[in-house]
């Protein structure tokens, strides 16, 4: 609706038996010489208006900037500092904003009311931001929404900051969106053991992926029609090199994401005589106590786990870090007849790591050329959010074995997905337990062509967003070969942005007329 302002940024405004409709004084001329109280020698922190900065270079110039916004309720004036607008003021501002700087001046209008607005905290924002809901200014006029997810099932042991900060905002907002079932019923959980006096309303509101982006790739391996599967998937020009099959993953380096079991679970499955690559693009999270070096990490759990003097001995590991590969500077593999030393990575690999900091970050681009590339992707996650390299992995087409917990619930089954089991119990910690020995299996059955999963069927081969799909006698990717891969992109587009705008727009317009907003 154009007469509701929605601000996102990243708790509870009091219920009350009457509407409010949106007044004429909202709207009204108001003058700065008749409506405007000022004070001189006052600056208020807190209550700035997302884009609060005017570059003029008096107050009365201020003063009717704030005018012309009508969500702007109060102005300040600095000499030297500018100006700052205002949509709403903390209590006990006055008390508060007492200023040494006598030739600050502020400005506020008594009789115009905010206009009616819903704010989202996004995460752990209203936490970190400034203390944004302690100073918040509780008014009819706004609706606050905290849009969250977590991990775990529970809080167990420990609570981290950014679960610290969800769970405490959850408690002050008028209503909670969450990207799917289990993240409902978890919160209602949580919030129930932690003993709040009320729990805000809680609504599914989903997730997206840009299936526009995130597209089957061209063709690139002939299949047999007559086959279940693609029995021809690493074909190649005479004198071309095979490629081997590459799985792909793309985590934070944490325990959460589950990387020990999804090293262990590889190894065990292949052996470095198998054509086979597993590709990590993943980070050393500043929370985590562990060597930035991802590399170094993965031959020491090589070492330890199996026992080996070298990585090298066993399947292929490639570490993508920035965008270079730990090919280009020292890669993780069969070293053939060469002697392995285990100590490969030399000083350019260790320059990369110190100056990771210069690397442009990834784009949605590169990301999209990782999958592109790959067979199938790979995540033995113990506890997701929602997941968005996974979803983005199924609106390509390509084979996704990841666990079967948490937010992936949301859009993963057995007819879209290879679903790792979990464990009854969960960890010490309350995540998930992926059962390995499986993950192996299933490595191994994607590997050599699953002929369930792998049919072709040309029914599921047919546009279902309008691009065009490969047909059974193109050329294809072994993704585009995979019935689940298939149906994993059907499912990413019947959730695409513009059903969750649609899902949002409705969710705002039935808040608004709750509140008796004229629309």
């Avoid at 390995?436 to 029914?459: H, I, K, N, P």
Wanted: proline residues 4%; aromatic residues 8%; negative net charge.
């Amino acid at each position: 609706s154009p007469n509701i302002t929605t601000r996102a940024i990243g708790g509870h405004v009091p219920q009350s038996t009457y509407s409010k409709t949106i007044n004429d004084n909202m709207r009204k001329s108001l003058s700065c010489e008749t409506d405007c109280i000022r004070h001189n020698g006052i600056v208020v922190t807190g209550g700035d208006m997302s884009k609060s900065f005017v570059p003029v270079d008096n107050a009365e110039a201020c003063c009717n900037a704030c005018v012309m916004q009508s969500i702007c309720v109060a102005w300040q004036f600095v000499p030297d500092n500018g100006c700052n607008l205002k949509s709403f003021l903390p209590e006990g501002y006055l008390e508060l904003a007492a200023s040494d700087n006598d030739e600050a001046i502020f400005g506020r209008f008594t009789d115009r009311s905010p206009t009616p607005r819903a704010v989202i905290l996004h995460g752990t924002t209203c936490i970190h931001r400034n203390n944004t809901v302690k100073f918040i200014k509780r008014d009819i006029n706004t609706i606050w929404i905290g849009r969250y997810m977590i991990e775990r099932g529970s809080l167990k042991r420990s609570i981290n900051i950014d679960e610290f900060s969800v769970v405490s905002c959850a408690s002050m907002v008028d209503e909670i969106w969450v990207p799917t079932m289990w993240h409902k019923k978890t919160f209602e959980r949580i919030m129930k053991s932690l003993d709040y006096k009320s729990t805000p309303n809680i609504e599914i509101v989903e997730e997206s992926v840009d299936v526009s982006l995130f597209t089957p790739p061209p063709c690139k391996c002939k299949v047999n029609v007559s086959s279940d599967f693609d029995v021809d998937s690493k074909s190649h020009s005479a004198g071309e090199k095979p490629k081997p099959f590459i799985f792909l993953s793309i985590f934070k380096w944490e325990h959460r994401k589950g990387w020990d079991i999804l090293l262990r679970s590889y190894w065990n499955a292949f052996s470095a005589s198998d054509d086979v690559e597993l590709h990590l693009h993943s980070y050393v999270p500043r929370s985590e106590r562990s060597n930035s070096n991802i590399s170094a990490n993965i031959e020491e759990f090589a070492r330890e786990e199996f026992g080996v003097s070298s990585a090298s001995y066993l399947a292929k590991v490639r570490w993508i870090n920035g965008f270079e590969t730990a090919e280009s500077t020292g890669s993780l593999g069969n070293c053939g007849d060469e002697e392995c030393t285990g100590s490969s990575y030399t000083t350019e690999h260790d320059l990369l790591i110190k100056t990771s900091a210069t690397q442009r970050v990834y784009s949605r681009l590169d990301m999209r050329s990782l999958l592109e590339n790959a067979d199938a992707f790979v995540l033995p996650t113990r506890g997701e959010g929602w997941g968005l390299p996974v979803a983005e992995a199924m609106a390509m087409a390509l084979p996704v074995i990841v666990t079967n917990c948490t937010g992936l619930l949301a859009f993963t089954n057995s007819n879209n997905s290879y679903l790792i089991p979990i464990e009854d119990e969960e960890d010490e910690y309350g995540y998930a337990v992926p059962m390995g020995g499986v993950l192996s299996d299933l490595l191994r059955l994607v590997y050599t062509g699953d002929s369930e999963g792998g049919q072709l069927v040309e029914e599921s081969m047919s546009s279902h967003d309008g691009s065009v799909m490969p047909q059974p006698t193109s050329v294809v990717s072994v993704g585009c070969c995979n019935k689940k891969g298939l149906l994993a992109r059907k499912t990413m587009v019947d959730i695409s942005a513009n059903s969750v705008v649609s899902s949002v727009e409705s969710r705002l317009r039935q808040l608004a007329l709750s509140r008796g907003w004229k629309m």
